[in-house]
């Protein structure tokens, strides 16, 4: 897999042109087709939660040299900050691709719903003898 044409295909998942009624599998492919056929990608509220993670537990590591007086280096705390900031971004990224890519799921969901007023019932099964 050439590099370029990773990126090409990686800045698909997030563009206008990745809708169902494309024709190609490259599009409705997760990531080109690295992720996989039935990958639903979540990247907003997986980088959401990630980053709410990765800030929680830098607070955590941050909060025992502060309280305990263990691990009191500089070092250390530049990289809880480190930690820290990684959150941030990660975090941000989940919002900024909520943002573009919106709710994946709820148009599938849409999809399934019927015409409730052209419904009408299943015919029953009758069993031949």
Not at 56 to 68: K, Y
Not at 92 to 98: K, M, P, Q, R, S
């Amino acid at each position: 897999l050439a590099q370029g044409n990773f990126w090409i295909k990686l800045t698909l998942v997030f563009s206008a042109q990745h809708s169902e009624d494309a024709h190609s599998s490259t599009y409705k492919m997760a990531l080109g087709g690295l992720a996989g056929q039935n990958c639903h990608c979540q990247w907003g509220l997986s980088g959401i939660l990630i980053g709410l993670v990765v800030m929680a537990a830098a607070g955590v590591f941050t909060a025992i040299p502060v309280f305990f007086d263990y691990f009191a280096y500089q070092w250390y705390y530049a990289l809880c900050w480190f930690w820290f900031g990684l959150g941030v971004v990660i975090f941000v990224f989940g919002i900024f691709a909520e943002l573009v890519q919106g709710d994946v799921l709820a148009k599938k969901a849409a999809a399934r719903e019927i015409d409730e007023e052209n419904a009408s019932a299943p015919t029953p099964y009758i069993m031949i003898q």
